[in-house]
């Protein structure tokens, strides 16, 4: 089965910028979305097909793919910024919807 | 904007059936893939499966021997059922909407979450 690997924690002073991984087999080759999740709280999509943001998320937010590693972009973080994010694929060999482990992000 | 809210016991004992619904509104069920995701809690986020077309399924091949999602078109809502559960299976169960683009679909909107304690 597919397996996307993060880091479980990243940390960032605030107004610097976060950058989050997500690696996978061929991961660019597949489209890549990633959830914001703050406690007690449901998922939020922020990034959906690799690199597009829904409506309602800040320009801050940015996806890339290519290889075996994409990457979600934080720019000017921020303290509300402070969550848990997940990456997520669709594995075609077996239609399963697949997720990261989750990357704790802390704001210094 | 549509709205999903999940509904159900919150405590299950061992061995027995965890039943869920998915109530939504601002949108019809007949229309988009709807999943059902855990997070056992402290964990990560697990699919469970999905259903759409008013009838078609596809399960995570990890449960899939234990779980049935169905649809209610004429209650604008879908269901979970896992059997035979343990521990194991204690989480938050979120549901939600997915949105297919080309190389796989994403979840554009989802439940606040229901926790399930499965313990006797």
């Known amino acids: 089965s597919y397996v996307l690997t993060q880091p479980p924690s990243v940390s960032v002073a605030p107004g610097r910028t976060a950058r989050i991984t997500c690696g996978g087999n061929d991961i660019g080759s597949k489209s890549v979305h990633w959830y914001q999740q703050k406690p007690g709280q449901a998922p939020v999509l922020v990034i959906y097909?690799?690199?597009d943001r829904p409506s309602g998320i800040p320009e801050r937010f940015s996806g890339s793919n290519s290889g075996n590693t994409a990457t979600l972009t934080i720019s000017r973080v921020e303290a509300g910024d402070e969550a848990d994010y997940y990456c997520?694929?669709?594995?075609?060999?077996?239609?399963?919807?697949?997720f990261g482990g989750g990357t704790k992000l802390t704001v210094l | 904007q549509v709205q999903l809210q999940e509904s159900g016991p919150g405590l299950v004992k061992p061995s027995e059936t965890l039943s869920l619904t998915c109530t939504v509104s601002?949108?019809?069920?007949?229309?988009?893939?709807w999943s059902w995701i855990r997070q056992p809690p402290g964990k990560g986020l697990e699919w469970i499966g999905y259903i759409y077309n008013s009838g078609s399924t596809n399960y995570n091949p990890s449960l899939k021997s234990r779980v049935t999602i169905s649809v209610d078109t004429s209650k604008n809502h879908f269901s979970l059922k896992m059997g035979s559960v343990t521990a194991a299976d204690t989480a938050v169960y979120y549901c939600?909407?997915?949105?297919?683009?080309?190389?796989?679909?994403?979840?554009?909107?989802w439940g606040q979450g229901t926790l399930v304690t499965v313990s006797s």
């Open positions: 097909y690799d690199s």
């Open positions: 997520q694929v669709w594995d075609s060999s077996s239609d399963r919807r697949v």
């Open positions: 939600a909407r997915e949105i297919l683009v080309p190389g796989g679909g994403y979840f554009d909107n």
């Open positions: 601002g949108g019809s069920v007949s229309r988009y893939l």
